[in-house]
């Protein structure tokens, strides 16, 4: 499960840290930057992270995926500008945060989100 939480995180990260580097590229600042990335990157990650990786088409679950996301990005946050701080530029600091958020991501998700589908995943093993 998690290589392929690796494998669609690889595509929903291409996307965020695209529209990253252009909004900063236009004049953005990182802060503002990284918020309409995450918000972007939150809408279309809900459904591929949820079907392809968690099998759960719950759309219930987006509050959760949200609350999860809002701590992720304070944490983020923290991160790039610490290495701002260290002399990285936006980009790199960026960059260099992704690795951090992919993994807090993922167990967030696994152990908060979408828990009740890899519960109800494991009940339906139990059964067979």
Known sequence: MFLKFIVVGTLNTAFSYGLYVFLVSVGL???VANLVAL??????GFKTQGVLVFKSYNNRLLLRFVAVWGFI?????????????MGFNAYLAGAASLPFTAVLSYLCQRHFVFRDALAGKALKRADS
């Open 73 to 85: 990005y304070v944490i983020g946050l923290a991160v790039i500008g610490a290495m701002m701080h």
């Open 29 to 31: 600042h990182y802060s």
């Open 39 to 44: 918000v972007a990157g939150i809408l279309f």
